[in-house]
Nanobody, 121 residues
């Protein structure tokens, strides 16, 4: 069984910074792409940033230059450094990963439980 556990959300003023962490644990054979998505009230979940197992990254246009996704492969952890936060960044942020289980050797996609980020003065 594999789990994704997020941390680092909270309340921050506009222009502030937060760093989200997502640690994968359990019966992991291999992790492929990992990423962050977000969902604001009344809106669909949207991609924020992803990073492949080779380190290639993709960002949504509205966060380019402000957010940075990174990964520590040895720790099965992905981070999202968020700078110059805006009220429109307020959402629940979800970690996502493509995982191959060491128990079944099947590849599947999974989500974390989400962490709230609120940008407000």
């Amino acid at each position: 069984q594999v789990q994704l556990v997020e941390s680092g959300g909270g309340l921050v003023q506009p222009g502030g910074s937060l760093r989200l962490s997502c640690a994968a644990s359990g019966s992991i054979f291999r992790l492929y792409d990992m990423g962050w998505y977000r969902q604001a009230p009344g809106k669909q979940r949207e991609l924020v940033a992803t990073i492949t197992s080779e380190g290639s990254t993709i960002y949504r246009d509205s966060v380019k230059g402000r957010f940075t996704i990174s990964r520590v492969y040895a720790e099965n952890t992905v981070y999202l450094q968020m700078n110059s936060l805006k009220p429109e960044d307020t959402a629940v942020y979800y970690c996502n990963a493509d995982v191959v289980s060491s128990g079944t050797f099947l590849r599947y996609n999974m989500w974390g439980q989400g962490t709230q980020v609120t940008v407000s003065s």
